[in-house]
């Protein structure tokens, strides 16, 4: 996969939780009715880096991005997000 956004996007996968009822039966991904709104930036465009030198997000980085943003894309099989960078609200530190 080869994806490079442009000015202040980044590009996100979505974390694949694996979503199960309280009696442990796991549920297919046609039962689930949302993409989770959580994700991994796989890239970032050249307008995320501000002028001191410190990106606030970089690529690797678990985040929290809004619901009903960004532009969904589907490559070589795997779901992605085109997010602006102002849609991201969180990093997920471990």
């Not at 709104?37 to 001191?52: L, R, W």
């Amino acid at each position: 996969m080869n994806i490079k956004p442009l000015n202040d996007r980044v590009a996100v996968k979505y974390l694949e939780e694996e979503e199960k009822t309280r009696s442990g039966i796991v549920l297919p991904d046609t039962a689930k009715e949302e993409k989770p709104q959580q994700g991994e930036i796989v890239a970032v465009g050249k307008g995320c880096t501000p002028e001191d030198g410190d990106p606030e997000v970089k690529v690797g980085d678990l985040v929290v991005f809004d619901k009903y943003s960004g532009t969904k894309v589907t490559i070589d099989g795997e779901d992605y997000i085109i997010l602006n960078l102002e849609d991201v609200l969180a990093v997920i530190e471990k």
